[in-house]
């Protein structure tokens, strides 16, 4: 069995004006999605963050990618590293995860197996999620823009609605909580006064109780100080404390004067980052992402590591259709000792390039597929249709801060805001 055909389709789905540190989301959000044809029929598919550059960088692989077996992956990643040495680290792992994952795809058809299995076998039928919060303006994304939609109701309506402030945010989560079920919950931070997202948090106690895990993500722009005040507040409140400040020192000093487990897919986000990580205490848990890190199996690798060195794990998510969702799931249902519910985006998203619908998340949780592969098929219609988004957009990379300033000219990102 050999692969016969790369098809390579960049697509943009609808995306809400959700704020973060470097900015405010497009109302497009871009995704490759790579599919894999064998010479026998199988079709395997992966998907990776978007935009023109990794259209153009998975183009460049084709010649290395048509003609081989899915099976030989490590062959596969060898070429990779040989021929396109003056990429750099992460641009290859980005590259080579979306490859990876559509060969695992094809893999498991072809021995009626899913990917799970592929990986060492199913260790938790259920994968847990966590609800992921932001601070937003009104708007649903795509077409809409910043309209909304005055016959929306539920989830659909909260999606839309602005959230700037506490209460804001307990309203966006209760209503996601409620639509899908979500036992922990996560808010994205690092845009207004620390006081107000950290008021958030002990607004979400207040509502939700002490038996809900809650995170906060300042995305590393509060400065050593400030994280250590507001996390000394946040004792006792949180089940970990994501990137609140930048560098692996900066990290181990937050961590040396608060009493909160920190996390990290900032300072710690490579293989080669390892080392320091150890030397500096810089977090207690690493947020894998197999987008980034190479792919599934260095993600296991990845895991491995986290066991032997005493570090939790937990998983980062982006923008992202079902195609990567169903990857996640696969890799968390894999490893042992992924125990914190992921983060996902899809809740967010309102479109999807698989067939039979979006995924449904059961009391917050996706069920890993029995089916063999990835347990997804594309939807050709869809996919299509997400492909005339993107090309009709006019979005080929992403870039908040550009975004960000539509709505407050002059606005920049700073590396240290608070």
């Given at each position: 069995?050999?692969?016969?055909?790369?098809?390579?389709?960049?697509?943009?789905?609808?995306?809400?004006?959700?704020?973060?540190?470097?900015?405010?989301?497009?109302?497009?959000?871009?995704?490759?999605?790579?599919?894999?044809?064998?010479?026998?029929?199988?079709?395997?598919?992966?998907?990776?963050?978007?935009?023109?550059?990794?259209?153009?960088?998975?183009?460049?692989?084709?010649?290395?990618?048509?003609?081989?077996?899915?099976?030989?992956?490590?062959?596969?990643?060898?070429?990779?590293?040989?021929?396109?040495?003056?990429?750099?680290?992460?641009?290859?792992?980005?590259?080579?995860?979306?490859?990876?994952?559509?060969?695992?795809?094809?893999?498991?058809?072809?021995?009626?197996?899913?990917?799970?299995?592929?990986?060492?076998?199913?260790?938790?039928?259920?994968?847990?999620?966590?609800?992921?919060?932001?601070?937003?303006?009104?708007?649903?994304?795509?077409?809409?823009g910043f309209a909304t939609d005055p016959a929306a109701a539920g989830w659909a309506a909260a999606r839309q609605q602005a959230a700037l402030d506490p209460a804001g945010i307990v309203a966006q989560a209760q209503a996601m909580c409620h639509a899908f079920g979500f036992r922990s919950i996560k808010l994205k931070a690092g845009i207004l006064e620390p006081a107000i997202e950290v008021g958030a948090i002990l607004a979400l106690r207040e509502a939700f109780g002490p038996n809900i895990p809650l995170r906060i993500d300042p995305n590393a722009v509060w400065s050593v100080e400030t994280a250590i005040t507001w996390g000394k507040r946040l004792e006792g409140v949180l089940e970990y404390y994501e990137d609140p400040t930048r560098s692996q020192e900066a990290m181990a000093a937050v961590?040396?004067?608060?009493?909160?487990?920190?996390?990290?897919?900032?300072?710690?986000?490579?293989?080669?980052?390892?080392?320091?990580?150890?030397?500096?205490?810089?977090?207690?848990?690493?947020?894998?992402?197999?987008?980034?890190?190479?792919?599934?199996?260095?993600?296991?690798?990845?895991?491995?590591?986290?066991?032997?060195?005493?570090?939790?794990?937990?998983?980062?998510?982006?923008?992202?259709?079902?195609?990567?969702?169903?990857?996640?799931?696969?890799?968390?249902?894999?490893?042992?000792?992924l125990t914190f519910a992921c983060d996902t985006h899809y809740p967010w998203q309102s479109e999807d390039v698989i067939a039979g619908g979006r995924w449904q998340f059961d009391e917050g949780a996706i069920v890993v597929p029995p089916a063999p592969g990835l347990g997804v098929e594309l939807d050709r219609e869809a996919l299509a249709r997400l492909h005339a988004n993107y090309l009709a957009c006019g979005l080929t990379e992403r870039n908040d801060e550009i975004e960000m300033q539509k709505v407050q000219p002059g606005w920049k990102f700073v590396p240290v805001r608070y």
């Open positions: 069995m050999h692969i016969r055909t790369m098809h390579v389709t960049p697509v943009a789905m609808s995306d809400p004006p959700l704020l973060n540190a470097a900015g405010l989301h497009a109302p497009y959000a871009l995704r490759v999605i790579v599919e894999l044809v064998t010479d026998d029929g199988i079709s395997g598919v992966g998907e990776v963050p978007g935009g023109a550059a990794v259209v153009a960088d998975l183009e460049a692989l084709r010649p290395l990618v048509e003609g081989r077996d899915p099976f030989a992956l490590n062959a596969l990643d060898m070429a990779l590293a040989h021929h396109y040495a003056q990429w750099d680290g992460r641009r290859r792992a980005r590259a080579y995860a979306a490859l990876e994952v559509a060969c695992l795809d094809i893999c498991g058809k072809a021995c009626g197996r899913p990917v799970a299995d592929l990986l060492g076998g199913i260790v938790r039928e259920r994968v847990d999620f966590s609800a992921y919060l932001f601070f937003k303006y009104a708007g649903a994304g795509g077409e809409l961590a040396r004067a608060v009493a909160i487990p920190l996390a990290t897919n900032m300072c710690t986000t490579s293989f080669d980052d390892l080392p320091g990580s150890v030397r500096h205490g810089s977090e207690q848990i690493i947020l894998s992402d197999h987008h980034f890190w190479g792919g599934l199996r260095a993600s296991v690798e990845l895991a491995r590591f986290c066991r032997t060195f005493g570090r939790g794990l937990s998983m980062h998510s982006n923008s992202h259709l079902g195609i990567s969702l169903a990857a996640m799931t696969h890799l968390a249902a894999a490893v042992p000792n």
